[in-house]
Nanobody
Framework: QVQLVESGGGLVQAGGSLRLSCAAS????????MGWFRQAPGKQREFVAR????????YYADPVKGRFTISRDNAKSTMYLQMNSLKPEDTAVYYCAADVQSTATASVGYWGKGTLVTVSA
């Protein structure tokens, strides 16, 4: 079993920044990628960003390109999401994901419980 624990969410004004963290622990597995997804009220969970564990190649959803940066620290088994120039439409629960095969939620092997990000206008 893999445990994923997110932190760093909160309330921020539009234009502000937040950094989310995801600490992984538990059974050691080799997964190709980790990522972040988000779910806004009344909407389906959607892909935000993905990072390949071995190459650090990154992928982003169009709405966050140029504003969000995904990174990871292998030694700490921790992944990050730096979010800049936040917009009210970024308000959502952000989920850490491991063993992410694609941008589809069905491709995710493990989920964290989520952390709420609220962006006020």
């Amino acid at each position: 079993q893999v445990q994923l624990v997110e932190s760093g969410g909160g309330l921020v004004q539009a234009g502000g920044s937040l950094r989310l963290s995801c600490a992984a622990s538990g059974r050691t597995i080799t997964y190709s990628a980790m990522g972040w997804f988000r779910q806004a009220p009344g909407k389906q969970r959607e892909f935000v960003a993905r990072i390949m564990w071995s190459t650090t190649r990154t992928y982003y959803a169009d709405p966050v390109k140029g504003r969000f940066t995904i990174s990871r620290d292998n030694a700490k088994s921790t992944m990050y999401l730096q979010m800049n120039s936040l917009k009210p439409e970024d308000t959502a629960v952000y989920y850490c994901a491991a063993d992410v095969q694609s941008t589809a939620t069905a491709s995710v092997g493990y989920w964290g419980k989520g952390t709420l990000v609220t962006v006020s206008a």
